[in-house]
């Protein structure tokens, strides 16, 4: 089982509907968890991070941990064409002395 | 707050020729700082981890080497660079090994 892994995509969700992305992980162990979005030719930038202890709501954004099944996903309400990107998780991996591990990321494409 | 300043934003080399990106971070102290790749079409694939001054543990073995001469400073070098070595090259930091942040990135051709 590859650390993190994500579906490449592209996901296609049109305008105002919720895009929802979805992330495994093989460490039990892991405690905390990141979301970041990346727009083509630039650096990724971070949306959102939880820890083991619950969900996470900021604005338009939701992130949902589910630790008994090993997967994190992240919900993007009423998405808009700027939301079109590339959406990496990320997750510490305790076996591997506490070491961030990406995911390949999923394309999201948002249609007007 | 804390910056990260990468440089330089963009460099074409033939293949063979040396390589120094460099990295810099303020508004903080003793970063673990990082250095990514990101190769067309792939994931991040992270070369090099520091945790301190002359701390430099490599992930990954290959022509690529990296120093941290101060506190805040971290370079990726090479003596010859291979047409492989083409990619978004990403330095990043992180406190406590929590969450990264990431330079705006310095994008290779080796030709």
């Known amino acids: 089982q590859k650390e993190v892994e994500q579906n490449s995509g592209p996901l296609s969700v049109p305008e105002g509907a919720i895009a929802s992305l979805n992330c495994t992980y093989s460490d039990r162990g892991s405690q905390s968890f990141f979301w970041y979005r990346q727009y083509s030719g630039k650096s990724p930038e971070l949306i959102m991070f939880?820890?083991?202890?619950g969900d996470k709501e900021d604005g338009r954004f939701t992130a949902q941990l589910n630790k008994a099944s090993q997967y994190v996903s992240l919900l993007i309400r009423d998405s808009q064409p700027s939301d079109s990107a590339t959406y990496l998780c990320a997750v510490n991996f305790m076996n591997r002395d506490d070491k961030i591990i990406f995911g390949k990321g999923t394309r999201l494409h948002i249609l007007p | 707050s804390q910056t990260i300043h990468q440089w330089p934003a963009t460099l074409v080399q033939p293949v063979g020729s040396p390589l120094s990106l460099e990295c810099t971070v303020e508004?903080?102290?003793?970063?673990?700082l990082y250095w990514y790749r990101q190769a067309a079409g792939r994931g991040l694939q992270l070369l090099f981890y520091s945790v301190g001054i002359g701390q430099i543990s490599s992930e990954v073995p290959q022509n690529l080497s990296a120093s941290r001469p101060q506190d805040r400073q971290f370079i990726l070098s090479s003596k010859k660079l291979l047409l492989s070595d083409s990619g978004f090259y990403l330095c990043?930091?992180?406190?406590?090994?929590?969450?990264?942040?990431f330079g705006e990135g310095s994008w290779l051709t080796v030709v």
């Open positions: 990043a930091w992180s406190v406590m090994g929590n969450t990264i942040y």
């Open positions: 939880i820890y083991s202890n």
């Open positions: 508004g903080t102290s003793n970063p673990n």
